[in-house]
């Protein structure tokens, strides 16, 4: 028997999900859980062994592969669709904040710094003439975020599902976007980082964990309500306050959403123009539902 170091945090996770579902029940790997780990800390925490798989945005794992890490992407995750965003913007309604050019002097806040939050958000923001510079940047747990908007400590909040589903029904709040409305699920495709040292120790364990969180992620777009049920008994929140999820179809790993982000640090001065390759960084290769290990195109 494997186990795998794994952080116990309070968000919606497959390997949550899965255990809960019965899918580790007569595997060869086994979660071992090691408590809550900040959101910012897990692909740095994958990179040095302290646990063996993260998920978080895939612009955590491109910048620790350019700075030496020893960690590999090894399935998709989760992605944006219109009614399921990986990310709403909330402002309170009293705020005056109407378009993206009131954000100027004001707070916005975040669950971290270095991953989707903060990229799409300055990028989005630049494209549309407004200076990053000109507005204070601050970062919080993502379930702490509601309530900073609703006390007034920040302007704006960007906030996560499960919890963005409070926000949505505070009445003291409002929506201005999502970051589908931003590029259309592009950059919302959150996959699962292992560290190289347990992926070359225990290969057919590692395929056996793709295999399983690749099961339960299909499970949850075929059964989004039942999912949400899951979430709010572990979170221990309203059901009507979660909101649903969505996954890449089979867990398998495209080019596209890889691409973005490396396109994307790039061009922010991260990483080095043409040090990383998506190919280099990602492989479907312990994915059992894949039909190759390359990173493909949609559709090819």
Not at 124 to 144: C, F, G, S, T
Not at 176 to 188: E, N, R, T, V, Y
Request: glycine share 6%.
């Amino acid at each position: 028997m494997v186990y795998f170091k794994y952080p116990d945090n309070p968000t919606f996770d497959l390997v949550y999900l899965a255990q809960d579902l019965g899918y580790f029940k007569n595997a060869h790997i086994q979660p071992k859980y090691v408590g809550k780990i900040d959101a910012n800390q897990v692909i740095p925490l994958v990179g040095t062994g302290d646990i063996d798989f993260g998920t978080r945005m895939a612009s955590l794992t491109v910048s620790a592969v350019a700075g030496g890490a020893d960690v590999k992407i090894i399935s998709a995750g989760n992605e944006t669709l219109q009614n399921a965003p990986h990310m709403k913007y909330f402002v309170r309604k009293d705020s005056g904040i109407k378009n993206l050019k009131d954000l100027e002097g004001k707070t916005i806040a975040m669950n971290g710094f270095g991953a989707c939050a903060e990229y799409v958000t300055k990028k989005y923001l630049r494209e549309n003439h407004v200076d990053p510079a000109k507005i204070k940047w601050v970062a919080m747990p993502n379930e702490q975020l509601e309530q900073a908007l609703d006390q007034k400590r920040i302007d704006l909040a960007i906030i996560h599902p499960p919890q963005s589903g409070i926000a949505q029904q505070n009445k003291n709040l409002k929506d201005l976007f999502s970051d589908w409305d931003i590029d259309h699920g592009l950059s919302g495709m959150q996959p699962y980082t292992v560290n190289g040292k347990f992926l070359r120790a225990h290969p057919a364990e590692v395929k056996e964990f793709v295999g399983i969180i690749a099961k339960t992620a299909n499970w949850v777009d075929a059964h989004p309500t039942q999912a949400r049920e899951y979430i709010a008994k572990r979170l221990h929140m309203n059901v009507s306050q979660v909101e649903r999820y969505a996954y890449v179809k089979n867990l398998v790993i495209q080019q596209q959403p890889l691409q973005y982000w490396i396109n994307t640090l790039e061009n922010a001065n991260q990483i080095p123009k043409g040090k990383i390759k998506a190919s280099a960084i990602a492989t479907n290769g312990y994915n059992p539902y894949a039909k190759s290990s390359s990173i493909a195109y949609a559709g090819k």
